[in-house]
């Protein structure tokens, strides 16, 4: 599973576990690199797998039981779809009107439909502090909160939200929830991302490094 050092992924851009099954960590780590050669500096670590607690809990099961399923949300769960600012880390999904804090929403998706509309509402916005060149990166309070890259990219963040909401209702409608889950898009307005000197016309782009030069 890729992580960051400090254990909040979505801090390095990681926004969903990846995982690997290899003979070994070095081979694991060629995998990575060849899928994402945009990521040379990340690091492997290899993990044994715990078949023995594994097999014990197998064979602790009662094959004459009925197991239970335990439904993802509770009945009648208000799920909202928005950006909500929760200290200096944003949140994507409020449960009953309460933001749902260090949790990533895909957790909670049936399908993968939900994960191909969640990306697709991502892709209109950047974090403060991974704007591409040309922008004014955020640092302290602000460079994990979510931002849009110009104000004409308003209403199709706003259309994708919604586009999601839609999905994951249809997710939980046609599966095995509890009754009464609601899913609904909350549109909030973002701020738009400051653009650095030279964007506006009045500098010329380094080709070498992508730097604006005044």
């Known amino acids: ?64 039981e009925l197991r239970q399923r335990t439904p993802i949300w509770p009945k009648d769960t208000a799920i909202d779809i928005g950006f909500f600012d929760v200290g200096d880390r944003p949140e994507l999904m409020a449960v009953d009107g309460e933001p749902l804090k260090a949790a990533w929403p895909g957790w909670y998706f049936t399908r993968w439909e939900a994960l191909a509309a969640l990306r697709a509402w991502l892709a209109n916005v950047h974090r403060g502090w991974s704007l591409p060149a040309g922008f004014v990166r955020s640092t302290g309070d602000g460079r994990n909160r979510f931002v849009l ?50 964007l506006d016309g009045r500098g010329n782009v380094d080709p070498g490094c992508g730097r604006w030069i005044p």
Do not use: F
């Open 149 to 198: 890259l110009q104000a004409s990219d308003q209403p199709k963040c706003h259309a994708a939200g919604q586009r999601l909401a839609q999905v994951l209702q249809e997710c939980y409608d046609g599966g095995e929830t509890a009754p009464g889950i609601t899913v609904r898009s909350v549109d909030r307005d973002l701020a738009v991302a400051p653009v650095a000197a030279g």
């Open 1 to 64: 599973m890729l992580t960051c050092d400090w254990g909040y992924a979505p801090d390095a851009g990681i926004e969903e576990a990846v995982l690997v099954s290899h003979p070994d960590a070095r081979t694991g780590l060629e995998h990575l690199r060849k899928e994402h050669p945009d990521a040379l500096s990340v690091r492997a670590d290899e993990r044994e797998p715990n078949v023995q607690q594994a097999l014990e809990r197998l064979l602790d099961l009662n094959l004459d």
